[in-house]
C-alpha cells in the first residue's frame, strides 16, 4: 500500500463540517470527507477512510486542510490531484497531493496548526465577497484585544474555551501565537477594514478558536475588559467566558508537521 | 426633490444582470435594479427608478457600480445606507450614498468606467474563494496578450467587440488602458496564479470588455497571433473576433465622473 497526503481548500458554507455524520438520521448537507471519500471509492472500488488532521465545524472553511489515505501501490502513481478535481464540487478543491511516509498520519504527526478568523469592522456594509467569509462586528476597541491576547498566549488549561462534546484526557493546550494583520494601530471607527487574526498553537480544543475570539472580540466590544481573562482562564469553567464566536469568520490555514 | 447617488457593490452570480427584465415572462433570477427600485417603493410607498451607471450583464460581478434615484427633500437626509443594507440581500451592498447634484446623471454624467476581468492561470485547481469571480483558463503567453492589448488601445470602431442587442449611433471607443496585475514577466507554467485584467475607457459596447478578454485569451492561447488583431479591429465585424469570455471573471470597478 502506498499513503498519499492531500492539502485541501474549501469554502465549508454549503457543508455540514469535515466530518462525515455517521448518526445524522436527518442530515441537510454532506461533509467535506464525505465528498473526498466518494471519490476515492469510485476509483478504488472499496471504501477507504480519508483520515483528516481534525474536525472543521459546520460552516468552516479552510486553505491547508491535510488528510491522508492509503491506496494500492499500482494505484499510488496515478493523477489523483486532477481525479479529485474534475469530481469535486466548485467549493472544495485539492490544492497537493504527495506521496507520504508510511507512518505519517494527517492528525497523530501534526505538530501545530494555524487557524485565521476574519473580522469586518463596519457596521455600515459588510463586502459581499468577504460576507462568507467575517464576522461583522463593527467598531473594536483593537488595543484591549491585543491586551487580552496576551493573557492567553503560552500553555494553559483551556477547558473554559472548549465546547461540549469530546472526551479528552487533556485540555491543556500551548497557544503560541495570535497576532493580526493589519499589525499596525487600528481606530476604533467606522471604517471599512478586514482585521485577521491568526492562532497558532499545538492543538486546538472543540471549537477552541472561535470562544478565543468571542472572548477577544467581547474586550474589544468594550463588554469584557482584558484584566478579566486571566481568571476565565483559571476558573476551567465554558460557563465564565464569553459566547462563540460564528462559524463563518473561521479558516483553518495550516497543519504543521516536523 | 433630491438626488442621491448610491455606489454599490455586489456578487453577480445569482442575479440576471444590472437592469430590470420587463419582457421576461419567465424569469429564474431577480436583478440588481430590481432589488434597489424594490427597497425605496418600500420607503417612499411609491415607484422610483434606480438608474444606473450601465448594464451588467447576468453573472457580471461590480465592485463600483453607481446609480441614482430621486426623493423628497424631506426624504434626503435619512439613512439610506443602513436602510438599503438592512434589507438587501448579503450579495449585494450599497457602499456609499451621497446628495448629487440635481442634473447628475449616473450614466449620462459618466466620462469612463473601468472594469476588471480576472484569470486563474493554472488547470491543476481553483481556489474555491476565487472560483466565482475567476475565468480558468490555464497557462497563457502572457507576453503574446500584451501585444495583442497595443492593438487594441486608443480610439477604434470596436464593431468586432460588440455582441447585437443594442441600437447605437456610433460604435467607436476609445480605450484608454489596459494593464495587468502581477504587472512582471509571467511565465507559460501551470502557476497558481491569479491575473487580473484592466479594462479603462470612455465607455463600453455591449459585451466589450469579455469579448476584448476572449481576444486576449486566444492570443495568450497561441490560438490567434497578436498580429491579427488590426485586421479584426478593421473589419467591424464581430464574427471575425474569438468567443466572448465568460461572465464570471468580469466586475464592474469603477465609474469615473468629472
Known amino acids: 500500500m502506498a499513503r498519499l497526503r492531500l492539502t485541501i481548500a474549501y469554502v465549508g458554507t454549503a457543508y455540514c463540517g469535515w466530518q462525515i455524520q455517521t448518526n445524522a438520521y ?18 478504488l472500488g472499496t471504501q477507504v477512510r480519508v483520515h483528516g488532521s481534525g474536525r472543521t465545524d459546520s460552516g468552516v472553511h479552510a486553505e491547508g486542510q491535510v ?11 496515478m493523477d489523483w490531484q486532477r481525479t479529485f478535481n474534475a469530481m469535486l464540487p466548485d467549493d ?11 507512518d505519517f498520519h494527517a492528525r497523530i504527526s501534526a505538530t501545530g496548526k494555524i487557524y485565521t478568523y476574519s473580522l469586518w469592522l463596519s457596521r455600515r456594509y459588510t463586502p459581499p465577497r468577504l460576507f462568507p467569509y467575517v464576522w461583522t462586528t463593527g467598531p473594536l476597541d483593537v488595543a484591549a484585544m491585543d491586551a487580552a491576547a496576551t493573557h ?31 499589525e499596525t494601530d487600528v481606530p476604533a471607527t467606522e471604517a471599512p477594514l478586514c482585521l485577521d487574526w491568526q492562532f497558532e498553537a499545538d492543538g486546538f480544543l472543540k471549537q477552541m478558536v472561535r470562544n478565543l475570539m468571542g472572548t477577544l472580540v467581547a474586550c474589544g466590544l468594550g463588554k469584557l475588559s482584558p484584566d478579566a481573562v486571566p481568571a476565565i482562564l483559571e476558573a476551567c469553567d ?20 516536523d
Open 92 to 102: 472544495i478543491a485539492v490544492l497537493d497531493v504527495a506521496r507520504a511516509a508510511d
Open 26 to 43: 436527518r442530515r441537510p448537507q454532506p461533509t467535506i470527507q464525505e465528498e473526498l471519500e466518494r471519490i476515492v471509492e469510485k476509483v
Open 67 to 77: 488528510a491522508h489515505f492509503d491506496v494500492p501501490e499500482d494505484k499510488a502513481d
Open 238 to 257: 465554558r460557563s465564565k467566558a464569553p459566547s462563540t464566536a460564528p462559524a463563518q469568520g473561521l479558516s483553518m490555514t495550516r497543519v504543521l508537521y
Open 152 to 182: 492567553l498566549l503560552g500553555t494553559h488549561d483551556f477547558a473554559s474555551f472548549q465546547n461540549v462534546g469530546t472526551e479528552l484526557e487533556s485540555t491543556v493546550r500551548t497557544l503560541r501565537r495570535i497576532s493580526r494583520t493589519p
